[in-house]
């Protein structure tokens, strides 16, 4: 890590509306909610020095205070729809901090809580690659499994079947194809500035984090939340 210490805010983005899991961020696993494990992971982190929530939800926020997260602000409606992206509400935070708090943070670390089975050494180890590496950003990703690999896809177009990808040779063995990875949204860290850019999650100077896939579910629906129990349990038996 910098020998300077570095104020690294850890932000938990939380909208109360949910289409599959009706309220999705107040859903149980393991006996926490999903934004309590979210709030967790950053409060036992060794280098985040604060957890904020961004919410539209009241409830949300009581849950979030409950589990020791500040929540000094209510998310404005129009960056909680079904259709808002994150980013927007990411830029909300930093400048409803600056201009409140005359607060700055170096680094701001993005805790979903739809990934719940990240833990806090995760967060340590994104923040150290991204402090060590020079980068400008780190995304968390998992492997994808070869029989989803890409090049095995296929798209239809008027009633027939073509390969999503249009390449000339496909390897016939799942053994020999190139490994690709997916986003697990779990961990989105980047100094200030590349999120006030816009620049956050590929290309020169994105760094990715690689996490396993049982560490990787996504909460979506009712059999993600089924999936993530499970991993937990084995973990925890």
Request: hydrophobic residues 40%; negative net charge.
């Amino acid at each position: 890590m910098s020998e300077r210490k570095l104020e690294i805010l850890g932000l938990v983005p939380a909208r109360g509306g949910s289409k599959g899991i009706p309220g999705k961020n107040l859903a149980v696993l393991g006996g926490k909610t999903l934004v309590a494990r979210a709030v967790e992971s950053g409060l036992e982190s060794r280098f985040v020095n604060r957890v904020i929530l961004s919410t539209d939800s009241p409830a949300i926020a009581e849950e979030g205070h409950r589990a020791g997260a500040e929540v000094p602000f209510m998310r404005p409606a129009e960056l909680a729809t079904d259709g808002a992206p994150t980013a927007p509400a990411v830029l909300h935070a930093l400048a409803w901090l600056e201009e409140n708090e005359a607060y700055r943070p170096d680094i701001l670390v993005l805790l979903q809580p739809t990934a719940p089975l990240r833990q806090a050494r995760h967060v340590d180890e994104a923040v150290t690659l991204l402090v060590e590496s020079g980068a400008r950003s780190v995304v968390s990703v998992a492997p994808v499994p070869g029989h989803h690999h890409p090049a095995w896809q296929f798209s239809i177009r008027n009633g027939n079947l073509y390969p999503f990808l249009e390449t000339p040779e496909v390897p016939p063995r799942r053994q020999d194809l190139p490994p690709t990875y997916t986003r697990n949204g779990a961990i989105y860290a980047a100094w200030r500035e590349t999120w006030l850019s816009g620049k956050i999650s590929f290309g020169p100077g994105c760094v990715p984090y690689l996490m396993k896939p049982e560490e990787s579910v996504n909460i979506d629906g009712p059999e993600d939340l089924a999936l993530a129990e499970f991993h937990l349990c084995r973990k925890n038996p």
